[in-house]
């Protein structure tokens, strides 16, 4: 479904800043999985999702969906293949257009925009049974502007549109963090329950270890660029935060003991 | 203020509510602060003069005023999108570059249409229309592009180039090429700017070359103007707010010279009128909270987020 064949992505390229955001990273995705990713801040994570969404150009590598190599291709090009939802929830949604106008836009992901008006009733009928299952009581506001939303809305509604009409590949990158726990399990729930649905293939970054275990059916770490541990299945049941976290120190631990090496 | 003043103030009111509808789709829509608007004004004038002093059908040289105007936009929106230039400074080019397109144009720095063909004239043949020509051209000229432009921004694609002003990392990745609807904003824009400049050349019987200056600012005041008295709550009442706005704007330039400041100081009376809108808190609020975007707005739905 999703191949990535050896990702490299250097930032700030020939500068003092250079950075190795991606250092040769190779994953396979198959048809429904739902992999989630971990990892310390500046591991590649959100590098990773956002190469495969075309955010920027990668310095090596190929990727792949369904068999395309979409390596060269612009981010709205990708777009026919993948929906995503940010962590900032203003990202999501266009504020000063309203809940209709925004659900209409990703309603035509994809395909070709024509001068034709935009909102039909039909749209509205299926707009509406849609919000509902939110439970949010938007279903009554499909004309409001989406500036009147709180984050937690907003990010309900983002997550909706990114599945209004089924992608090949779901990318959340940190998609509940920005909200409070309460709404954080809301969205995280929809999630769930919209990826079970459509069986998406998705890809969640999370800074959840519980998340990152109990969602989905595999779990990445990510450490400076690499995957570091690719656990599914039997494995993965057996994990526990106690032992992800150990993997985690362990990789720092690693970082340390090369820091010293490099100071000594 | 006598009917004679009014009319006049009103007939060209109307002609530049069409350049404010412009300058709306670029300044607001696209949030693309556009001054190629400047030069495509001029340029609309000296293409449509320099046409019809040439013995072409005016209504066809109005036609090729609107052309010209959407080439200068492609332009501009070319600067910007291929050659990544800030959309200040891509604008600025243009609207330096048309100056001598202008001149290049007209030949002359000014062209008279004394006693000459225009659209006014011919429309002045039609019965009842004897003396009220101009007015009701322009009104049903403004009337029809805001109504076009007003059902134009509820397409599929007037909401792409809506939520390209608006987020564009949203809009791109719903599989809309952000490039393409720049190009297309700024094309339609200039080309309302320059089409309205050809009116005005055609009203005013002559075109000159420094007869855009200013042109983006005016139509700011107006734009400002509109959405504080008319207000911006859906796409239909901007569009009126915006043409409103463009035509309270003449109204007051009126007033003030009624008051007895001479028409060379408009260009300040403008500038105040716009620095004004933005310092006065209150007007400030009010103009931006609706459109959602600013820092204010940002802020206020920032903190519902914990």
Not at chain 2, 161 to 179: F, K, P, W
Request: without cysteine.
């Amino acid at each position: 479904m999703l191949k990535i064949r050896n990702v490299t992505k250097i930032f700030n390229k020939g500068t003092i800043n250079e950075k190795v955001a991606l250092d040769g990273v190779s994953l396979e995705l198959n048809e429904g999985d739902f992999v989630t990713v971990i990892g310390s801040n500046g591991a590649g994570k959100s590098t990773l999702l956002n190469a495969v969404a075309g955010n920027f150009s990668i310095d090596a590598g190929e990727i792949f969906i369904e068999g395309n190599n979409v390596t060269a291709l612009p981010q709205h090009k990708r777009a026919e293949f993948i929906s995503r939802v940010f962590q900032d929830p203003m990202l999501g949604t266009a504020s000063s257009m309203t809940i209709e106008e925004n659900l209409v836009m990703a309603r035509r992901r994809g395909h070709r925009r024509r001068l034709r008006k935009a909102i039909t009733s039909r749209d509205r009928t299926i707009f509406m049974e849609e919000l509902k299952k939110l439970g949010l009581g938007l279903e009554s506001r499909l004309t409001n502007r989406v500036s009147l939303l709180s984050g937690g809305q907003r990010q309900a509604l983002t997550l909706l549109m990114a599945t209004l009409q089924t992608p090949k590949l779901l990318l959340l990158d940190e998609h509940t963090a920005a909200l409070d726990p309460k709404t954080a399990d809301k969205v995280l729930e929809l999630t769930r329950s919209v990826a079970e649905e459509s069986r998406l293939t998705t890809f969640m970054v999370t800074h959840n270890l519980e998340h990152a275990l109990s969602i989905g059916n595999r779990t990445i770490m990510m450490h400076e660029g690499r995957i570091i541990l690719d656990i599914s299945g039997d494995k993965r049941s057996g994990m526990t935060m106690e032992g992800l976290l150990e993997m985690f120190g362990k990789a720092s631990g690693k970082l340390l003991a090369n820091d010293k090496m490099l100071l000594a | 203020m006598s009917w004679q003043i009014l009319s006049g103030t009103l007939e060209l009111g109307l002609m530049y509510a069409v350049m404010v509808i412009g300058v709306y789709l670029t300044f607001r829509v696209l949030n693309y602060a556009d001054l190629s608007v400047d030069g495509s004004f001029t340029l609309g004038a000296a293409i449509a003069a320099t046409l019809i002093v040439s013995g072409y059908n005016p209504w066809l040289a109005t036609g090729a005023a609107f052309a010209g105007g959407l080439l200068a936009g492609i332009f501009t929106g070319v600067l910007h999108t291929k050659f990544k230039i800030t959309p200040l400074l891509s604008g600025i080019l243009t609207m330096t570059a048309l100056y001598s397109v202008n001149l290049r144009v007209m030949g002359k720095a000014n062209i008279s249409l004394l006693n000459t063909r225009t659209i006014f004239t011919d429309f002045a043949k039609l019965p009842f229309l004897e003396g009220y020509a101009v007015l009701v051209l322009s009104l049903a000229t403004v009337i029809i592009i805001g109504f076009l432009v007003y059902r134009f921004l509820l397409t599929e694609v007037g909401l792409a180039l809506r939520a390209t002003g608006d987020n564009e990392l949203m809009i791109q990745s719903q599989g809309v090429n952000i490039e393409v609807m720049k190009i297309m904003g700024l094309a339609i824009s200039n080309g309302l700017v320059a089409f309205a400049g050809s009116y005005v050349a055609q009203n005013q019987q002559f075109a000159d070359a420094g007869m855009g200056i200013g042109m983006i600012i005016a139509g700011l005041a107006s734009v400002i103007i509109g959405e504080v008295l008319i207000g911006t709550s859906s796409i239909g009442r901007t569009v009126v707010a915006v043409i409103f706005g463009g035509v309270m704007y003449r109204v007051i330039i009126a007033l003030v010279l009624q008051l007895g400041l001479k028409p060379t100081d408009l260009k300040m009376v403008t500038a105040f009128i716009v620095i004004i809108a933005l310092i006065s808190p209150g007007i400030r609020k009010k103009v931006f909270s609706l459109t959602g975007r600013t820092e204010a707005a940002k802020g206020e739905s920032h903190a519902e987020n914990p």
